[in-house]
Nanobody, 124 residues
Framework: EVQLVESGGGLVQAGESLRLSCAAS????????IAWFRQAPGKEREGVSC????????YYADSVKGRFTISSDNAKNTVYLQMNSLKPEDTAVYYC?????????????????WGQGTQVIVSS
């Protein structure tokens, strides 16, 4: 059974940093992708970042480029999202998702497994 467990969310002020973690288990496919999505109140879920297991390729939404960094620790089966220079518009529930290598990483339906989410609140 595939399980994804996010942690690291919280309340911070604008300009501060947070690091989210996604602990994964139960993978049965050789090449997989793990992505971070977020959903703010009243808005659609949007892709934030993605990393491929095969070659560690990374992808970012334009809104977070230069501020967020995705990385993985394969020994711990954990993917991280380092979020710096946070803005109030980054406030959302952040989810990690996993699946086979997607055609387009930013489409949420490309992923088969989802975590329960972790809340990030950035105050101005």
């Amino acid at each position: 059974e595939v399980q994804l467990v996010e942690s690291g969310g919280g309340l911070v002020q604008a300009g501060e940093s947070l690091r989210l973690s996604c602990a994964a288990s139960g993978f049965t496919f050789d090449d997989y992708a793990i992505a971070w999505f977020r959903q703010a109140p009243g808005k659609e879920r949007e892709g934030v970042s993605c990393i491929f297991s095969s070659d560690s390729r990374t992808y970012y939404a334009d809104s977070v480029k230069g501020r967020f960094t995705i990385s993985s620790d394969n020994a711990k089966n954990t993917v991280y999202l380092q979020m710096n220079s946070l803005k109030p518009e980054d406030t959302a529930v952040y989810y990690c998702a996993a699946g086979g290598i997607p055609v387009n990483w930013i489409r949420d339906y490309e992923y088969d497994y989802w975590g329960q989410g972790t809340q990030v609140i950035v105050s101005s």
